[in-house]
């Protein structure tokens, strides 16, 4: 259990997402890591305080939200390898004030950093075959990290609408994000694809600053480019924008309706989605919507 304060939108109070798994399962920790795994994959889940959260005064030019991101990740790779899931899946990543700037620079800048120093130093690729994620800013709460980790490589996809986010230019942080457009397991039958966190973001730049329905429907003209790619791979799998199962941040909760008007315009009623309140990884986005598919799901 680990609790993200992204508040449901018109929700009546707290939720709670399930993820289950077949066969006989094994739970544990490792460092501050909770973990439970079948034969196939590792479900794990961390949440990480920034104790003197300025880090100001220390002498020490890391802040702490990269220190925590940074070992956060670094605990989850020693542990996938030692477990024998290497192939990580999909990241989901919360923390507060995600657009605000901590010791000289912004923190979702920080939390890139530190990302990237745990990907580098734990031996894997920073580019290609990196995990689907998101990482959206909570109303409150320590760093929250959750995952999913595989037996084998699940394969990535990008979208040809937008540049990866790995060779975001420079503008967009020193460091680059570590995440790629979707991660799709073909081993799992039907395959499961998790499509990350998408934006109005084409080529690189954000597209309609202001304007969340249009952002809302660019996000949604993404996800279609994505899914389009997923589909060349896996042909036979259900993969169409009506086959999964959403969640839409959204960052003020005054334009709740109009992101689920234009949300439902284009996706039908009965698709099940979750709407939350979040701050999105660019001050100019005010939507992000993430999706999944080719797992059972049930809404309550
Ligand atoms: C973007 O496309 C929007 O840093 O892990 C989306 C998904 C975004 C994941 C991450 C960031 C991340 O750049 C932001």
């Known amino acids: 259990m680990v609790n993200v304060v992204t508040p449901e939108l018109a929700g009546r109070g707290e939720i709670c997402e399930v993820w289950r798994a077949k066969g006989r399962l094994v739970d544990g920790t490792h460092g501050p890591i909770r973990y439970r795994r079948n034969d196939s994959m590792i479900f794990g889940c961390v949440e990480i305080g920034e104790d003197g959260r300025s880090g100001a005064g220390d002498g020490d030019a890391t802040s702490g939200l990269h220190k925590v991101t940074d070992a956060a990740y670094r605990h989850l790779f020693a ?7 290497p192939g990580l899946f999909r990241a989901w990543n919360y923390f507060p004030e995600i657009n605000a700037e901590a010791d000289g620079s912004e923190r979702y800048w920080q939390f890139n950093a530190g990302r990237q120093d745990a990907f ?3 031996g894997r690729s ?4 990196v995990p689907a994620a998101c990482a959206l800013g909570s109303v409150a709460g320590p760093f929250v990290l959750y995952f999913l980790a595989l037996r084998e490589a699940p394969l990535a996809i990008e979208n040809p609408r937008q ?7 420079q503008r967009y942080g020193p460091r680059s994000p570590t995440f790629a457009r979707a991660n799709l397991a073909l081993s799992h039958e ?6 990350s966190g998408t934006a109005s973001i084409v080529g690189h730049q954000t597209l309609h600053p202001g304007d969340v329905v249009a952002q809302t429907a660019e996000s949604l003209r993404n996800i279609e480019a994505v899914l389009s790619e997923a589909r060349r791979v896996a042909p036979q799998a259900g993969l169409q924008l009506e086959d999964l199962a959403y969640k839409i ?8 309706d109009a992101v689920r008007a234009t949300f439902r315009q284009h996706v039908a009623s009965d698709v099940p989605a979750l709407f939350l309140q979040a701050d999105v990884c660019r001050a100019d986005l005010l939507v992000e919507i993430e999706a999944s598919g080719g797992h059972a799901l049930e809404m309550e």
Not at 163 to 169: E, G, K, Q, T
């Open 79 to 85: 542990l996938i390898d030692e477990m024998g899931y």
């Open 120 to 122: 580098t130093g734990s």
């Open 126 to 129: 920073t580019k290609g075959n």
């Open 163 to 169: 540049i990866c986010a790995y060779h975001y230019p």
């Open 190 to 195: 039907p395959p499961v694809l998790f499509v």
């Open 249 to 256: 941040y959204v960052r003020n909760p005054a334009d709740f």
